[in-house]
């Protein structure tokens, strides 16, 4: 079928009660473009729940008048939807055409029944959200939406599926799966052609056969084709091949498509681990969650590229989309750039972790979203296993091991060919349990008067989640969850890697979630045991919602410390990179322990002038950045640490030496300094074997002198990130003097976002006014059209505005300049 995007000419707004608008209580439909967000424009709820961000509950309806080209009488019409937060329900002409509870998956409504040719039509979405997530998640048609168009006898949506399963060096089979559709009211045949073509669109192989299909029936073609010398996918070298599908009668072709796919071997066992080509491969890994920081959940393929991009650009080889399935967008952006994929289907099944949630709907839908799923990720090479819940509480019961077991038994069935996980959290799988000692426990704690209880759990979560994963309680009751699966997925079970290697000799684990904090341990315990196949740390980019779990904590004595970030916390502050795409400290950290930087990187915590203690959760880095600029703290004692996986590690400033201190993994690759602040350079050194090896330095910044702006086209020609720096005369970030700045966009574009990296920002994302944060903010410019654009930021009065011109709108690729780069420009 001929596949055209859908996305123009739509409206929405806020549903209304009819009744209500019959009284003269309306609301105006709003001109917009999917993919749309509808929640990222609503006034947030100073009293609303920190989960969702203080974002507010809502219905929305969408809508898109259009008229069907005459042509399309008696052609087989559908309509593809990528995703709709949530509950959608589909009209066409009025009439009701499909709906899908899910908010996450993939689905297609029959329109040709519903459509008249030659005149006009509208086509009607609702959605609705509240109640229903633990984050934030967006509201609306947030992902694209496909016509697609063709003949009585067709090739369907995701009518291709391509493997290779049996690869040799020399030669490889490759299977082409093609189903052939039919609504003619009678037998047709048809010769199903399949071409292969390498990376540089040159055939490889070749083969046609003749289909049958019965009236109004379907038919499968499996062509096994051999590719000589397959050149293989992986993350080192993320070579694509094509498979061209041509469906023709009498010579005159009547249909076809095209897909991408890779040639890779997968392999995992305890004892040498996951192999991926024959090649030892240790994950490397991120969880994120599917929005796009100040995009909101919109879903915009540059945005997911650059996504993935900056990820592996921070030194991640894998992905985990946590919680629910990844979109196409970022799936395709991690074949081409060589990222490994973990694809989640659920965050609940039956059990609900909201009033509102997919657990109401799981019962009915769940075979269907794991089809969706399935479908949507059968030829990309990046993934590599499928993950069948998060932190699901029935997997400590025999209830939760017989869905368990038929939802991987159902992904076996439709793809037999990757691995099958479950994010399992041990404390989790036995709350029951957990909810009578926490009791006891508090009990206790009242009568000793020593504060244990709840605080002692919120103190030292980690420690707890570990002591109780190691449990007996917790071997048995999950056994049954784990045994039905190819790779045990342990969320903060750590203490079960080593234990598990005797207890289950044939169990091979990776930890699908981790504390960030833990890294070098984890990343220990990954590398020496085979078994034990990666990492996936909570989380590689920032996110909205869950407000605050990440953030630093100064208490006053007596105080308890939270989870949580008030209004207006709109981020969990928890990313190795911000919202914006921005390395923090602990990403430079993380790149150490991995083996993949030999540089030391300094970090410096954000002095205080109050007496109040640092209390850092499980999800919290210290509360510094990488900068030596802080006017007004002259002479005032500040916190430098010094990562670095050297033997040792010399602080000298402006070329006094401030002191030596051990390195490396024994001191957890972190050296600590107390430095007395006065402007200049702050230089480390890596010592190895008694030798001075590689330096960093951090450089003070004077005083703001203009804007220096970044043009990061996106690849697909959509969108364009302009990073707004805050810089000195000499091109330096100044990080401590925040100042307003104001975005106005002119030609073929729209400001489509404006913030920063701050997790509680005073303002909206909307634009155009915004505020700098550690010397940074970023415009998202979104083009409507081919021709110039001009970008006009405007600063405080002492900083002179500065306006660049963005090309017409082109293929690109993005620019080699990054914030990190100018930093120390």
Known sequence: MKRTTFNDGWQFRRKVNPFAELGGISAPYEDIVLPHDALIHEQRDPGGEGAVAFFPAGAYEYRKSFVAPA?????????????VYRDAVVHINGAYAGQRPYGYSGF???????????????IEVESRHGGDSRWYTGAGVYRDVWLHVGTPVHLPVS?????????????????VDVTVASTSIRRETVDVAVTLRDAGGIAVAAGTVPVTIEANGTSRSRQRLYVSAPQLWSTDSPILYSASVELAVAGATIDDAEVAFGIRKLQVDPVHGLRINGEPVKLRGACVHHDNGILGAATFADAEERRVRLLKEAGFNAIRSAHNPMSVAMLEACDRLGVYVMDETFDM???????????????????????????KDFNHPSVIMYSIG??????????????????AEKVRELDGTR???????????????????????????ADRGDGAGINTLMAGPAEFMNQIGMSPLVTENTAESFGVLDIAGMNYLDSRYIMDKGLFPNRVIVGTETFPTNIDRNWALVVENPHVIGDFTWTGFDYLGEVGIGSAHYLAEGETPTLSGPYPWIAAWCGDLDLV???????????????????PYIAVSRPRDDDKTFYAGPWTWSDSIGSWTWTGHEGALLAVEVYSDADEVELALDGQVVGTAPAGAPTRYRAEF???????????????????????????AGEPDHLHLIEEPGSHGDLVFVTVALVDAAGRINTNADQGISVHVKGDAVLSAVGSGDPAPAQTFDGPAQRTFDGIAMAVVRRTGTGPVTVTVSGASEVADVTIALGAAEQSEHTSASIQEVVRA
């Open 159 to 175: 009518g291709v599926r391509v493997s290779a399963d049996d690869i040799e060096a020399d030669g490889a089979i490759v299977e």
């Open 390 to 407: 998060n932190e699901i509480p029935e997997t400590g019961s025999p209830a939760g091991g017989l869905t368990g077991r038929a939802l």
């Open 108 to 122: 297609i409504v029959d329109a040709d029944r519903f459509l008249r040719p030659g005149e006009e039509n509208l």
């Open 419 to 445: 691995f099958v996980t479950n994010a399992v959290n041990g404390m989790l799988a036995v709350m029951d349990d957990m909810k009578k000692l926490a009791a006891e426990r508090g009990a206790e704690g």
């Open 674 to 700: 107390a430095v007395a602040y006065q402007p200049g350079e702050l230089t480390a050194t890596a010592i190895r074997d008694g030798r001075r090896a590689e330096t960093f330095t951090l450089t003070s």
């Open 71 to 83: 042509d399309l009488e008696g052609k087989r019409v559908v309509l593809e939807f990528e995703g």
């Open 349 to 375: 099944w039956t059990s609900n972790k909201m009033p509102h949630d997919y657990s109401l709907h799981f019962a009915e839908w769940w075979e269907r979203d794991v089809e969706a799923l399935v479908t």
């Open 581 to 599: 795409g921005t390395r923090r400290p602990a990403s430079y950290y993380r790149e150490i322990v991995f083996g993949l930087r030999t540089q």
